[in-house]
């Protein structure tokens, strides 16, 4: 008698009934916003994606919800991507605090509900106000800088050609009034350019700027709370060029300046100082090099020690980063080379010194095309150099630096191919590591460096010029201490170009932003504000 075989298979499937089934819940594996995001435009869909196609039938408006204030909306899904998306019927509300739920209502293919309801919030943006043209001259205007007074008072100064050359202007708005006249604060029959700006602790204003006639000077001029514009004053004073002056105000309020003078035949590195309510010291070449010196830069630390960066040119295929630092009442030390790159150019350094007395050190390296770290910790030696770009095959560059309050070093930079650059960001917190690259900006346009600040509430500000409207405007994004970066706003809304932004904090934690923007033959200075701070 033959033995036929067994039908396994049947058996297999058709055994214990429920063997195989599933019983596993899905997940929700992202969401957009992410949990935490701040600065959400106010037209954003809401979206979860799942970890396994649902039951469409279960995602619904009474399964997805979103509230914060009253929200209506429709509900979507999509089998292919497994994503939910809630689309408002009407744009949220500013600065406001949105939570999307979803119920355990919402089930697989399976009929496997959600383990428990999943939540994630997320705030808009804050209502940025529409830009003012507030250089508003006949002429062109260039170079903003701009400050935040201690009552809320925003300082800005700019080059402008009203009178057929470059003069250094000031305008000033307070928190609750409109922008000031126009003032031409170097008023000289000679060219004004490059101004810096800062301000000290009782709110009076330092200015510096390049004076041009027979030759280049550096120029002073001081602004007490509610008084003019003092006379200005010649700090170089000498017959040969004088240039990139850079100034930092310490916390008994002296005034340190630095700046390129080519007086001795090669370009090197002078300092000069001014205590609160005296008068300016006698230039001093710190640099004191056979070779030319360049970019300084200057902070001082809460010991009252001054530091100074700049870059040596060493050679035509050799620049580097040097250092000297001068203690109260004793001298600067010898220069050091703290980037020591043979091979390359290391120029363009920036510096920030740290509650501990910590001085950190950026810097672009040319031929790496890198952004590049060192640091020293009060009395001890400068680490070696690290690379905080680390983006091989491509360029990086043109970046800027703060500090915030808990000591953590934030840089911001450009980076990728000239059309398609994008804003980079890293950190590093005190005693540790620099966190990896993110890009900030993520549009498929060019993307410019764009400086960055951090508030009292701990909550980072960047803006940037981007070409992703066609011409170039004005964006902005934020991120909170240890939550992602926002989505990138426009603040400029441009119907031409916009660029060279800069911006301030006041002591509310209300973001303020001047840039450069082009009208039809001329250029002037723009500027808006948030209206309500994000952040706090």
């Given at each position: 008698?033959?033995t036929?075989?067994?039908a396994?298979?049947?058996c297999?499937?058709c055994?214990?009934?429920?063997q195989g089934?599933d019983?596993?819940p899905p ?6 916003p ?7 435009p ?8 799942f970890?396994?196609?649902m039951d ?6 009474n399964s ?9 909306g429709?509900v979507t899904?999509?089998?292919d991507?497994?994503a939910?998306?809630?689309t408002p019927d ?5 600065d406001?605090e949105?939570?999307?739920t ?6 697989d293919?399976?009929g496997?509900?959600l383990?428990?309801p999943y939540?994630?919030?997320f705030?808009?943006c804050?209502?940025w106000?529409?830009?003012v043209?507030?250089?508003n001259t006949?002429?062109w ?13 925003v ?8 009178l057929?050359?470059p ?5 000033a708005k ?5 922008w000031s006249s126009?003032v031409?604060i170097?008023?000289?029959?000679a060219w ?6 800062a301000i000290?602790?009782s709110?009076t204003?330092h200015?510096?700027?390049r004076e ?5 000077e550096?120029?002073?001029?001081m602004k007490?709370r509610g008084d ?9 004073n000498?017959r040969?060029t ?7 105000i310490?916390?008994?309020d002296t005034?340190h300046l630095?700046?390129v003078?080519?007086t ?8 000069a ?11 001093i ?7 030319g ?8 630390d ?10 040596e ?7 580097d980063i040097y ?8 001298s ?6 703290i ?7 290391s ?5 920030v010194?740290?509650?501990s007395g ?5 810097w672009e390296e ?5 952004i ?6 009060r009395g ?13 095959g491509?360029?990086s560059d043109e970046?800027?630096?703060c500090l ?20 980079y960001?890293?950190?590093r917190?005190?005693g540790?590591s ?5 890009n900030?900006s993520?549009t ?7 400086p960055?600040v951090v ?5 980072a500000?960047?803006v940037?010029?981007?070409k992703?409207?066609g011409?170039?405007?004005?964006y902005?994004?934020?991120k909170p201490?240890?939550?992602?970066w926002?989505s990138p ?5 441009s119907?031409q170009?916009a660029y060279?932004?800069r911006?301030a904090?006041d002591?509310?934690n ?6 450069l ?8 200075s723009k ?5 309500t701070?994000s952040?706090?």
């Amino acid at each position: 008698m033959p033995t036929w075989p067994l039908a396994k298979a049947a058996c297999s499937s058709c055994g214990i009934r429920g063997q195989g089934a599933d019983t596993t819940p899905p997940t929700v594996v992202s969401t957009s916003p992410e949990d935490g995001a701040i600065n959400v435009p106010i037209d954003t869909v809401v979206t979860a994606t799942f970890s396994e196609r649902m039951d469409s039938s279960t995602v619904n408006t009474n399964s997805f919800t979103l509230v914060g204030s009253a929200v209506s909306g429709t509900v979507t899904y999509d089998s292919d991507t497994y994503a939910a998306t809630f689309t408002p019927d009407t744009d949220l509300d500013y600065d406001h605090e949105y939570t999307a739920t979803l119920s355990t209502a919402i089930t697989d293919e399976a009929g496997n509900p959600l383990a428990e309801p999943y939540a994630w919030s997320f705030t808009t943006c804050g209502v940025w106000s529409p830009p003012v043209n507030m250089s508003n001259t006949p002429g062109w205007g260039w170079s903003a800088q701009l400050a935040a007074g201690s009552s809320g008072t925003v300082h800005v100064v700019w080059a402008d050609d009203t009178l057929g050359k470059p003069d250094i202007y000031y305008a000033a708005k307070s928190s609750v009034g409109s922008w000031s006249s126009p003032v031409n604060i170097s008023n000289t029959s000679a060219w004004s350019w490059e101004p810096q700006l800062a301000i000290d602790s009782s709110d009076t204003l330092h200015l510096v700027w390049r004076e041009d006639e027979d030759d280049r000077e550096v120029y002073y001029a001081m602004k007490s709370r509610g008084d003019s514009w003092s006379t200005p004053v010649n700090i170089s004073n000498n017959r040969g060029t004088s240039e990139q002056a850079e100034l930092c105000i310490d916390s008994f309020d002296t005034v340190h300046l630095v700046w390129v003078d080519c007086t001795p035949g090669n370009c090197e590195i002078y300092y000069a100082a001014k205590p609160a309510g005296g008068s300016w010291s006698s230039p001093i070449n710190i640099s004191n090099t056979a070779s030319g010196s360049g970019a300084p830069k200057v902070a001082v630390d809460w010991f009252g020690i001054v530091h100074v960066v700049w870059y040596e040119h060493l050679s035509d295929a050799n620049d580097d980063i040097y250092y000297t630092a001068k203690p109260t009442g004793g001298s600067w030390s010898a220069p050091v080379n703290i980037s020591d790159s043979p091979a390359h150019n290391s120029v363009s350094p920036d510096i920030v010194i740290d509650s501990s007395g910590t001085v950190h050190v950026v810097w672009e390296e040319w031929g790496k095309w890198d952004i590049y770290y060192v640091a020293k910790p009060r009395g001890g030696s400068w680490t070696a150099p690290v690379n905080i770009s680390n983006s091989p095959g491509t360029f990086s560059d043109e970046f800027y630096m703060c500090l915030d309050g808990s000591d953590t070093v934030h840089v911001t930079w450009e980076e990728g191919p000239w059309g398609n650059a994008e804003l980079y960001y890293a950190s590093r917190r005190a005693g540790a590591s620099w966190s990896s690259p993110v890009n900030v900006s993520r549009t498929p346009a060019q993307s410019w460096s764009g400086p960055i600040v951090v508030d009292g509430a701990g909550v980072a500000h960047v803006v940037w010029a981007d070409k992703i409207t066609g011409g170039a405007d004005i964006y902005y994004a934020s991120k909170p201490d240890g939550a992602p970066w926002s989505s990138p706003v426009n603040i400029s809304m441009s119907p031409q170009y916009a660029y060279a932004p800069r911006l301030a904090i006041d002591n509310n934690n209300s973001v303020h932003v001047v840039w450069l923007g082009y009208i039809p033959q001329k250029l002037d200075s723009k500027y808006c504000e948030t209206l309500t701070s994000s952040g706090t």
